[in-house]
């Protein structure tokens, strides 16, 4: 905008609205190598009774949250939702983890574009990552973005279609459900491990799935 345009304008601002958030909590080192240890130890038992074909990635099921091996980063995973819950102003309080499973990606694994329905909250806790392997990838959730797409000068905040988090071990990532994302090609030479997981509403049937009008 040139001087001759600016003067027009007693002032300018940009309204950000309707944010798309990703709440991102770095464990202390003494607590996640606590929990590492024995969910790895836990994740190595299960592998073995049902391995993957070499160079795929595997899935576990999605009951982690009920093993006792677990249940340290369980406390952790509801300490960090709650906080979340307290950022948002969200007065329910009760809710509860609808699965937790742990992802294996082997050196060029990827995981395609994906969401989580049928919850309010997800989220991925890193046991294990390294350089090569310690992103994740978070799309943009208005399909309409697609209709038109100009050429940009610079990729900016507000004008890219996808945000790279970067993450190590210990951290946690809380995000809506509905928002897509992926990750990249495993370019590192050792096996990524991260624990994902959903939340919902305890009593959601209960109080909060009737018409609001």
Same mark, same amino acid.
């Given at each position: 905008?040139?001087?001759?345009? $600016? !003067?027009?304008?007693?002032?300018?601002?940009?309204?950000?609205?309707?944010?798309?958030?990703?709440?991102?909590?770095?464990?202390? +080192?003494?607590?996640?190598?606590?929990?590492?240890?024995? &969910?790895?130890?836990?994740?190595?038992?299960?592998?073995?009774?049902?391995?993957? =074909?070499?160079?795929?990635?595997?899935?576990?099921?999605?009951? @982690? /949250?009920?093993?006792? $091996?677990?249940? %340290?980063? $369980?406390?952790?995973?509801?300490?960090?939702?709650?906080?979340?819950?307290?950022? @948002?102003?969200?007065? %329910? %309080?009760?809710?509860? &983890?609808?699965?937790?499973?742990?992802?294996?990606? =082997?050196?060029?694994?990827?995981?395609?574009?994906?969401? /989580? =329905?049928?919850?309010? *909250?997800?989220?991925?806790?890193?046991?294990?990552?390294?350089?090569?392997?310690?992103?994740?990838?978070?799309?943009?959730?208005?399909?309409?973005?697609?209709?038109?797409?100009?050429?940009?000068?610079?990729?900016?905040?507000?004008?890219?279609? #996808?945000?790279?988090? #970067?993450?190590?071990?210990?951290? &946690?990532?809380?995000? =809506?459900?509905?928002?897509? /994302?992926?990750?990249?090609?495993?370019?590192?030479?050792?096996?990524? &491990?991260?624990? +994902?997981?959903?939340?919902?509403? !305890?009593?959601?049937?209960?109080?909060?799935?009737?018409? *609001?009008?």
């Amino acid at each position: 905008m040139d001087r001759k345009t $600016e !003067s027009v304008f007693a002032a300018t601002d940009v309204l950000r609205m309707f944010p798309t958030f990703v709440w991102k909590a770095e464990l202390k +080192s003494e607590i996640y190598r606590s929990i590492n240890k024995s &969910i790895l130890r836990k994740l190595e038992e299960i592998r073995r009774s049902a391995p993957r =074909p070499a160079g795929r990635s595997w899935q576990s099921a999605h009951d @982690l /949250h009920k093993i006792d $091996e677990f249940r %340290e980063l $369980e406390s952790c995973v509801n300490h960090a939702v709650k906080r979340v819950l307290e950022f @948002l102003k969200i007065g %329910e %309080e009760n809710f509860e &983890i609808t699965g937790c499973w742990a992802n294996m990606n =082997p050196p060029d694994a990827a995981h395609g574009t994906h969401n /989580h =329905p049928n919850n309010f *909250l997800s989220g991925v806790y890193y046991a294990q990552t390294n350089k090569g392997s310690e992103t994740i990838n978070f799309h943009d959730p208005r399909p309409q973005t697609e209709i038109i797409k100009p050429a940009v000068t610079a990729l900016t905040a507000e004008n890219t279609d #996808q945000v790279v988090a #970067q993450v190590s071990n210990g951290t &946690i990532l809380v995000f =809506p459900s509905w928002l897509k /994302h992926s990750v990249d090609s495993n370019e590192s030479y050792k096996t990524r &491990i991260s624990i +994902s997981f959903n939340v919902m509403f !305890s009593n959601y049937a209960e109080s909060m799935s009737k018409p *609001l009008w």
